[in-house]
T-cell receptor
Framework: EAGVTQFPSHSVIEKGQTVTLRCDPI?????LYWYRRVMGKEIKFLLH????????ESGMPNNRFLAERTGGTYSTLKVQPAELEDSGVYFC??????????????????FGDGTRLSIL | QKEVEQNSGPLSVPEGAIASLNCTYS??????FFWYRQYSGKSPELIMS????GDKEDGRFTAQLNKASQYVSLLIRDSQPSDSATYLC?????????????FGTGTRLTIIP
């Protein structure tokens, strides 16, 4: 099966501009996650979709970030306006539907190669 | 205190030896534990998951979990040059359907031929 696909692989924009990242999850995966890694730091959670609904957006840094998943398929993450501190690698991950509220429902998350975002 | 801590390395191990990677976590409610391998510029790739105390073996990889000590480790036997990568420890606490992973900063492993 095809893996998680992210576009573009690299984006360089100037401060104040807008950038939109796209993620295509593995087919059939209801769960879609966005994570970010800034230089020298650990990968950090941004938000979690279950189908088209936002399940958890506690990691979104501020209202300059907008994530959507219309139709429950691919997702976009828009940064508007971009600031210098937004530079980093943005990862998308997907997993199968959670079957039951138990530890065994924790389906492994599969990651894309990421989008490297550079703000000048 | 970081939620998930790993030695950043780099860790250098001779080819054929055992590589030992360690991780501690602070949230006692953590339920699931994962090791990801990441090559430079590539996606984190899941190599092991463990949910219960004890050892779990898969080929040359063994994950060990001790919830009382809040410690999880990864052993790689018969290390190969292709094992050279950054290894990420991630933990998860499923709560109300929220399944976010919390990562450590990763340990860079180099296998010396």
């Amino acid at each position: 099966e095809a893996g998680v696909t992210q576009f573009p692989s690299h984006s360089v924009i100037e401060k104040g501009q807008t950038v939109t990242l796209r993620c295509d999850p593995i087919s059939g995966h209801d769960n879609l996650y966005w994570y970010r890694r800034v230089m020298g730091k650990e990968i950090k959670f941004l938000l979690h979709f279950v189908k088209e609904s936002k399940q958890d957006e506690s990691g979104m840094p501020n209202n300059r970030f907008l994530a959507e998943r219309t139709g429950g398929t691919y997702s976009t993450l828009k940064v508007q306006p971009a600031e210098l501190e937004d530079s980093g690698v943005y990862f998308c991950a997907s997993s199968r539907k959670t079957v039951a509220a138990s530890v065994f429902s924790n389906q492994p998350q599969h990651f894309g190669d990421g989008t490297r975002l550079s703000i000048l | 205190q970081k939620e998930v801590e790993q030695n950043s390395g780099p860790l250098s191990v001779p080819e054929g030896a055992i590589a030992s990677l360690n991780c501690t976590y602070s949230d006692r409610g953590s339920q699931s534990f994962f090791w990801y391998r990441q090559y430079s510029g590539k996606s984190p790739e899941l190599i092991m998951s463990i949910y219960s105390n004890g050892d779990k073996e898969d080929g040359r990889f063994t994950a060990q979990l001790n919830k009382a000590s809040q410690y999880v480790s990864l052993l790689i036997r018969d290390s190969q040059p292709s094992d050279s990568a950054t290894y990420l420890c991630a933990v998860n606490r499923v709560s109300g359907g929220n399944e976010k992973l919390t990562f450590g900063t990763g340990t860079r492993l180099t296998i010396i031929p």
